[in-house]
Nanobody, 116 residues
Framework: QVQLVESGGGLVQAGGSLRLTCAAS????????MAWHRQAPGKERELVAS???????TYLESVKGRFTISRDISKKTVYLQMNGLKHEDTAVYYC??????????WGQGTQVTVSP
């Protein structure tokens, strides 16, 4: 059974930075794609960034150049460094682990609030 625990959210002023952390349990971390999604009030959940088992990354267009996803396989942890935060980045951020042929796993979410 995989468990994902996010941390690092909080309240920050526009232009500030936060680093989100997602700690995973289980044995599939090194061969899984890890991703961060977010959901703002009244909006659908969207993919923010992902990193594959080989280290390839993708980003939502609106966060390119500001957010960086990375992983530490030895710690079974994935990070999302968020710089230059904007009010529109306010959302609950979720960590997801996925592997072909297996169900996705989600964390409980961490709130990020960016004041204008």
């Amino acid at each position: 059974q995989v468990q994902l625990v996010e941390s690092g959210g909080g309240l920050v002023q526009a232009g500030g930075s936060l680093r989100l952390t997602c700690a995973a349990s289980g044995n599939l971390f090194s061969i899984s794609t890890m991703a961060w999604h977010r959901q703002a009030p009244g909006k659908e959940r969207e993919l923010v960034a992902s990193i594959t088992s080989t280290g390839s990354t993708t980003y939502l267009e609106s966060v390119k150049g500001r957010f960086t996803i990375s992983r530490d396989i030895s710690k079974k942890t994935v990070y999302l460094q968020m710089n230059g935060l904007k009010h529109e980045d306010t959302a609950v951020y979720y960590c997801r682990q996925s592997r072909s042929g297996r169900p996705d796993y989600w964390g409980q979410g961490t709130q990020v609030t960016v004041s204008p």
